[in-house]
């Protein structure tokens, strides 16, 4: 019998390959979230790509492409958030699963 090991999230995400485009597909408005309370898309993002800092930065390569940010952003938030799928041939490759 093979003696498997699992893999942590950290590792499987780490098998993950990104094919960066020079134009983002997320985009953040701080007029609309330097008012924002909650600021949802600071704490739901999987990657963690979110920071606060005087206004939101995002940081789009790493994305995930799940689109968290942007329901969050709608639904408890001022709106602020626009995300779209990377262009084609671009963004997050699976690797692992």
Not at 11 to 40: M, S, W, Y
Request: net charge negative.
């Amino acid at each position: 019998m093979r003696d498997v090991k699992r893999l942590s999230i950290q590792d499987r995400l780490g098998l993950n390959v990104f094919e960066l485009d020079k134009e983002a597909h997320i985009t953040v408005d701080n007029e609309l979230c330097r008012d924002c309370q909650l600021k949802p898309c600071l704490h739901s993002c999987p990657a963690k790509l979110y920071e606060f800092e005087e206004e939101v930065h995002f940081n789009y390569e790493g994305c995930l492409e799940c689109g968290t940010c942007f329901i969050v952003c709608h639904q408890m938030g001022n709106k602020g958030v626009n995300w779209s799928y990377p262009r084609g041939g671009f963004g997050v490759y699976y690797r692992y699963g």
